[in-house]
């Protein structure tokens, strides 16, 4: 085993004997020159994107005015004033990076952003009449008061971003996401705010944390196709000849209207729609329920405040309202159990946990009595011949005195198309039913049943069929049980086995409940079901 040292003597001998070589040694012939850039490959150049290649220039989401721009990488633009130099015509920024940048002055009505962040910018001042952002971020940008009118922001972030006192005339938000997105005051005629049920196609996230500050905005002739409005805000917002859907009826609450209100189904359920005057809109308002069954005004304990401060606990507590009145007239329950279960869910107040844990175990407390309730429940065995029930979407159910109104008639097309499940059943014969439904779910799920026949099955307390495997319908076995004022299509948690091929992958039929038919809607129904 050599030593440092001998290891050290090895290395100079080596450069030792090397250096009298080329002292003493004969002269090698010169190199030969080599032209590095003749025989190393050449740079292979990022390839230049066309117009056609992005989505700004799509024929399917534009026109022939961006098909024609110019594509420019964000590495192409190292400032503002080449941003505005390039916009003096129609140009398509893509990949940039632009956080923080303080936009003022510029004219951005040329530009389409596509995967650029925007983040903090500052647009004061700016003109963007028909700017177009696609998939980019916008999150913290200041907006304010400034000149949006046909703007168009596509599966782009929006959080946080403050658009207050902004001219949105004409201007489009279709997807993304908008938690703590500000509008307030801005003036938004013949805006259009979108959201698709299908992911990746304009799917919109929720607004959970900050909520979406609408308030006193100009929404005329604006259009609202929006499934979930949860924690937006539109106190003081004037609607005229505004298009609005059923679920946003709650928020809509505190708007006020100045004009025609047009009631819609939305565009995947066959865009029904219903003018409403202003005083149908104020007498819709006044009979739409959307708190819990009791009277918040009048709500005393902990828990009684909790549920009026969540739309789920406050519907729920309709739902069990709703069953347990059932319960009480056909005697499968009294007082006492009620006034019993009351105490417990108290208890769910006085927890020291955390309030999402303390909601949990009220959440918890009414799914175990709707179960008890459920479980005594009559169930339906027979219909007379002719007799015909619908059932839909529990939250689609008004109020019983609300169902004896005209207005309710006029509205009720509406209802039966925003209804994500809805069922249609005819009495045939003894314990025979023609039954006809569909559902949609998420992401472009659905079930399609019927009609068909189905006979009820004493064992299982349901109406099935048993049929071959080689049955096209491929339905198979119980398919739906009635039970008090309810269906159920299917099994109560999980898809939908029963229905075979009748149902996408997940596709499923949820929990429905009885709603009134109106004489003068009793055809539609039958066509609707096919029978």
Not at 143 to 155: C, G, I, K, V, W
Not at 361 to 378: F, N, W
Request: net charge neutral.
């Amino acid at each position: 085993m050599q030593t440092g040292d001998e290891a050290f003597m090895r290395i100079h001998w080596k450069w030792a004997v090397l250096a009298v070589c080329l002292l003493v040694g004969p002269r090698l012939a010169p190199a030969p020159v080599i032209d590095v850039a003749e025989k190393q490959p050449a740079a292979v150049e990022a390839p230049r994107l066309t117009a056609s290649q992005l989505r700004c220039g799509s024929a399917i989401f534009s026109n022939q005015r961006w098909q024609k721009a110019d594509v420019v990488s964000g590495a192409q633009i190292p400032d503002i004033a080449t941003l505005a130099k390039l916009s003096e015509r129609p140009v398509i920024v893509h990949q940039a990076k632009f956080a923080g940048w303080r936009l003022a002055g510029a004219d951005l009505s040329n530009v389409c952003f596509e995967h650029v962040d925007l983040s903090r910018t500052d647009w004061r001042d700016v003109t963007a009449q028909g700017v177009r952002v696609f998939r980019s971020n916008v999150t913290d940008a200041v907006m304010t008061d400034a000149n949006l009118r046909h703007a168009l922001f596509s599966d782009s972030q929006l959080d946080g971003a403050d658009v207050s006192g902004a001219d949105l005339t004409g201007a489009r938000v279709e997807g993304g996401s908008f938690d703590g997105l500000n509008l307030r005051r801005a003036r938004m005629r013949a805006f259009q705010f979108y959201c698709s049920l299908v992911s990746g196609n304009h799917k919109c996230e929720g607004v959970e944390t900050r909520g979406l500050d609408a308030r006193d905005t100009d929404l005329t002739h604006a259009r609202l196709d929006v499934f979930n409005t949860e924690n937006w805000n539109f106190e003081g917002a004037k609607l005229d000849r505004t298009v609005v859907q059923v679920q946003q009826l709650k928020q809509l609450a505190a708007a006020k209207a100045r004009g025609t209100v047009i009631l819609e189904s939305g565009e995947y359920n066959n865009d029904v729609r219903v003018r409403l005057s202003p005083a149908e809109w104020r007498q819709l308002m006044s009979n739409w329920v959307s708190g819990p069954d009791f009277d918040c005004a009048h709500a005393r304990s902990a828990v009684e405040h909790m549920i009026c401060g969540s739309d789920h606990l406050a519907a729920t507590d309709r739902e069990l309202a709703r069953l347990y009145r059932h319960a009480r007239a056909t005697n499968t329950t009294n007082i006492r159990a009620q006034r019993r279960w009351l105490a417990e869910r108290e208890t769910c107040g006085a927890k020291p946990e955390a309030k999402f844990e303390r909601e949990l175990c009220i959440s918890r407390a009414y799914q175990g009595r709707l179960a008890e309730l459920r479980e005594v429940m009559p169930v339906l065995s027979k219909m007379k011949p002719g007799e015909e029930r619908l059932f839909i979407t529990p939250e689609l159910v008004p109020q019983p005195t609300f169902a004896r109104t005209a207005l309710y008639s006029r509205i009720f097309p509406v209802l039966i198309a925003t209804a994500d499940s809805r069922l249609v059943v005819r009495g045939v014969g003894s314990a025979r039913v023609r039954a006809s439904g569909e559902a949609y779910v998420d992401n472009g799920h659905f079930c399609s049943l019927g009609p068909i026949l189905l006979d009820f099955n004493p064992a299982s307390g349901s109406f099935g069929v048993q049929r071959g495997d080689d049955d096209p319908l491929a339905v198979r076995g119980d398919v739906v049980k009635f039970a008090g004022e309810e269906a159920l299509v299917g099994p109560p948690d999980g898809y939908n086995d029963s229905l075979g091929e009748a149902c996408s992958a997940r596709g499923r039929f949820f929990r429905m409940v009885q709603i009134t038919i109106p004489v003068s809607q009793r055809r539609a129904v039958r066509k609707m079901a096919g029978f």
